[in-house]
């Protein structure tokens, strides 16, 4: 059974980081790409990042790139998000989803259950 | 990097068909055959409704099903439920990036 477990959300300040994981079970991580999907209160979701199976692929949203970071530890099946320069406007519900293939874009059948992130001072 | 455009509500009667449509660019739907529809009950994650346009995943019901015209795709749902009612998001890779649509709130009157 495929599991996604989403940790280290939690309340921070404007300015500050974070650093969220994601431990995956139950299927070949490292033949996958992963992503990283974002919910602000009572909004729609966002995209935030995705990471090929390798981890040699990147991309970001551009309301996110040049502060948050994603990559991977096959060895460990953990997934992570590195989340620097923190805005309010990045307070969401962050969920980890696993890609269909080897690289994002064709849909993600598993998620997590999602880590709160609130950035408030 | 502009969201897809999706109706913001949407309703109908158990039984009848509904079609909830999806407004991209040349640069992200018209593009790529990598649209997916899901489906967002209040308090739950995302479930997958539809794949690479119109692929069904398994057990998600043969009343789910997706299209796509130009830059434009849809989901249609055909005998409507109540469990249907639900907030369903569109999604398109865009190269580089990875786009949702707004969200429509569907109505089971």
């Known amino acids: 059974e495929v599991q996604l477990l989403e940790s280290g959300g939690g309340l921070v300040q404007p300015g500050g980081s974070l650093r969220l994981s994601c431990a995956a079970s139950g299927f070949t991580f490292s033949s996958y790409a992963m992503s990283w999907v974002r919910q602000a209160p009572g909004k729609g979701l966002e995209w935030v990042s995705s990471?090929?199976?390798?981890?040699?692929?990147?991309y970001y949203a551009d309301a996110v790139k040049g502060r948050f970071t994603i990559s991977r530890d096959n060895s460990k099946n953990t997934l992570y998000l590195q989340m620097n320069t923190l805005r309010a406007e990045d307070t969401a519900l962050y969920y980890c989803?696993?890609?269909?293939?080897?690289?994002?874009?064709?849909?993600?059948?598993?998620w997590g259950q999602g880590t709160l992130v609130t950035v408030s001072s | 990097q502009s969201a897809l455009t999706q109706p913001a509500s949407v309703s109908g009667s158990p039984g009848q068909s509904i079609i909830i449509s999806c407004t991209g660019t040349?640069?992200?739907?018209?593009?790529?055959?990598?649209v997916s529809w899901y489906q967002q009950h209040p308090g739950k994650a995302p479930k997958l409704m539809i794949h690479?346009?119109?692929n069904r995943p398994s057990g998600v019901s043969n009343r789910f099903s997706g299209s796509k015209s130009g830059n434009t795709a849809s989901l249609t749902i055909s005998g409507l439920q109540a469990e249907d009612e639900a907030d369903y998001y569109c999604c398109s890779y865009a190269g580089s990036s990875i786009l949702f649509g707004g969200g429509t709130k569907l109505t089971v009157l």
């Open positions: 690479e346009v119109s």
């Open positions: 990471l090929s199976n390798s981890g040699g692929s990147t």
């Open positions: 040349s640069s992200d739907v018209g593009s790529y055959n990598l």
């Open positions: 989803a696993k890609d269909r293939g080897q690289l994002p874009g064709s849909g993600w059948y598993y």
